[in-house]
């Protein structure tokens, strides 16, 4: 047991002591390491804050420029307020002036003492109605355009209520759309939306002469003018109509890929539509919309400048203008880069590898041309058999003189096979053991190094 417990200890000691070696063995390697990954890590939060640093630094610039125009705006404003504020004071005097000069002008016309002109007025017809000048409405939809009148007594003649399109042509005439005279409606043809002309009231003469137009179509667009008469009185009502198509769904898509601190865009928008269309982008469920994002109403552009995950989530955007609004969603999502290593080794490895297939087609293209043309070499220096001559036949003695004297061909035996040659004889044939004829002799063709047996 003593032996046992001496021998423990010493153990332990040899356990500590090798611990001890190995850790100032790797000293100075894990000092190296911890400090890289700790520095990286810091280099890392510092490039992010020095990042948002300059958007941040941008922005302020902006709105220092912004406030700047501002400011230079407000000053022409200011002054053109006191300008026309002294222009008004003068225009105030003249109109005093003017109306005391008046005054005594119809003292001295009429005879009448100075103020008993305002004495006992009666105002004649008048048109009653009161609304926007201008009427905007969308396509498809009807309108009733007002035009309620109210007459006097002293109003004694025939009522007559006219509808008319006012032309934008100061040289031109206006067009008549609809009229009530002596208790009869009256409608003027040649106008594309004529049957959907009404009036409002089933009897107009009893002080509304409203004009109903159903199916508004762009075409209906005008300034539209209202004139009741009653002899003596006579008053008009003018207001502008513009029809105007609502926006349709809108198209919502990103752009930048959606990585984390990347620039990314988010894009709306509508076919069709009548301007001015406007854009606004909102986010469901999650807030309002982070900062380091700047859209834009009039394109529907939605620009963050540095990706990151608080920008995730489902966006809205909405299209709309005076008529109407349609809207689309748009789930956008922060996704972290790809490994850049990974990247650029696969990347090598790619390229490597099809150098290595083109290096190979054209080392294959190389042995293939190399074949063909060895091939080509062989096969014209090799000697073929011909076929045997045909049968000889009758022919004239012109042809059999002519013949004789062209050289003849013969054929000898050279390794097993037949040569062809030419003679300069005239009585020789092929031989040939398919047809039984000996074979003829004859001198052996010479042979060239260079072209081979004469044929």
């Known amino acids: 047991m003593r032996s046992r417990m001496a021998k423990q200890p010493n153990a332990w000691l040899l356990a500590f002591l090798r611990i001890t070696a190995l850790l ?11 400090k890289v990954s700790f520095f990286d890590d810091v280099n890392k939060k510092l490039d992010g804050l020095q990042k948002a640093s300059d958007n941040h ?30 222009a008004n004071e003068k225009l105030k005097a003249k109109l005093s002036d003017m109306e005391s000069r008046n005054r005594h002008c119809n003292v001295r016309l009429i005879g009448l003492e100075e103020g008993i002109e305002d004495l006992g007025y009666t105002q004649g017809l008048q048109v009653t109605s009161k609304g926007p000048q201008t009427i905007r409405k969308a396509e498809g939809e009807s309108v009733t355009l007002g035009c309620s009148y109210k007459p006097s007594p002293r109003d004694t003649g025939e009522l007559d209520i006219e509808w008319s399109v006012i032309s934008p042509d ?46 508004l179509s762009p ?27 609502k926006p ?36 469901e469920r999650a807030g309002s919309i982070a900062d380091g994002a700047a859209q834009n109403s009039v394109t529907g552009e939605l620009k963050i400048s540095n990706h990151s995950e608080s920008f995730a989530g489902i966006y809205l955007c909405e299209a709309n203008n005076a008529v109407g609004v349609e809207s689309c969603t748009l789930n956008l999502k922060a996704n972290k880069p790809p490994n850049r290593a990974a990247v650029i080794v696969g990347t090598i490895v790619g390229s490597l590898l099809l150098i290595f297939i083109f290096l190979v087609f054209v080392v294959l293209l190389y042995w293939k041309l190399s074949s063909r043309r060895r091939y080509e070499k062989e096969f014209s220096n090799d000697i073929r058999e011909d076929a045997p001559p045909p049968d000889s036949r009758p022919v004239s003695r012109h042809t059999s003189q002519s013949a004789s004297q062209l050289p003849q061909v013969t054929y000898c035996p050279v390794d097993g096979t037949e040569v062809m040659s030419l003679n300069e004889g005239l009585s020789h044939t092929p031989s040939s053991t398919s047809h039984g004829h000996r074979p003829v002799k004859h001198t052996p063709a010479e042979y060239n190094s260079k072209y081979g047996y004469a044929v």
């Open 24 to 34: 100032v063995e790797h000293h100075s390697a894990l000092l190296v390491e911890l």
């Open 57 to 86: 630094g941008e922005r302020l610039e902006s709105l220092e420029e912004s406030a700047k125009t501002l400011d230079q705006r407000l000053a022409k404003v200011e002054d053109t307020c006191e300008t026309l504020q002294v």
């Open 170 to 215: 100061t040289t031109q005439k206006d067009q008549m759309l609809v009229s009530y005279t002596s208790g009869t409606k009256y409608f003027f043809g040649n106008h594309a939306f004529e049957k959907e002309l009404s009036f409002a009231a089933g009897d107009p003469s009893m002080g509304d002469a409203s004009l109903s137009i159903a199916l």
């Open 219 to 245: 075409a209906h667009t005008a300034t539209y003018q209202c004139k009741v008469k009653k002899a003596p009185g006579v008053d008009m009502h003018k207001m502008s109509l513009v029809v105007m198509a």
């Open 248 to 283: 349709s769904v809108p198209k919502c898509w990103v752009e930048g890929g959606e990585l984390i601190g990347n620039p990314v865009s988010l894009h709306c928008e509508s076919a069709k539509g009548s301007t001015p269309l406007k854009y606004t982008w909102r986010r």
